[in-house]
């Protein structure tokens, strides 16, 4: 009988898929209560927050890189959190808590905005 030749990706899913069904009883039922959390990407390109809107659960991340050719910030419209001043090629990471204000924008581009559907 011959094998199948698996890529390293779908072997990792499988090994994932394999240790999540036996996690409850691996760890106890708290571990398979535990929230997965999640790196988004948003890039700014183009004077455009791409994508404009991500869902996002508290815990994720998002990480904002200026690939345009001028300085950009990601700023909360109530200013209750912003990155830096990114210039191009810089990235920042935000973390989501479940007070984060959806509406963003950057300060320079006031017209550029994105916004975060919170699950």
Sequence with gaps: MRGRIVTGARVTKAIVVVVSS???VLWGAEASQKAVRITHY???RGFEFKPSNLSVSPGDS???MNLDIVPHTATAIDNTWTTDT???GE???ITITSDSTPV???IFHPSMNGSLDLQ
Excluded: G, S
Aim: aromatic share 22%; proline share 6%; glycine share 0%.
């Design 42 to 44: 948003v890039e700014i």
């Design 91 to 93: 990235t920042q990471l």
């Design 22 to 24: 036996f996690a409850p």
């Design 104 to 106: 963003y924008y950057c």
């Design 86 to 88: 990114l210039e191009t």
């Design 62 to 64: 998002i990480v904002f």
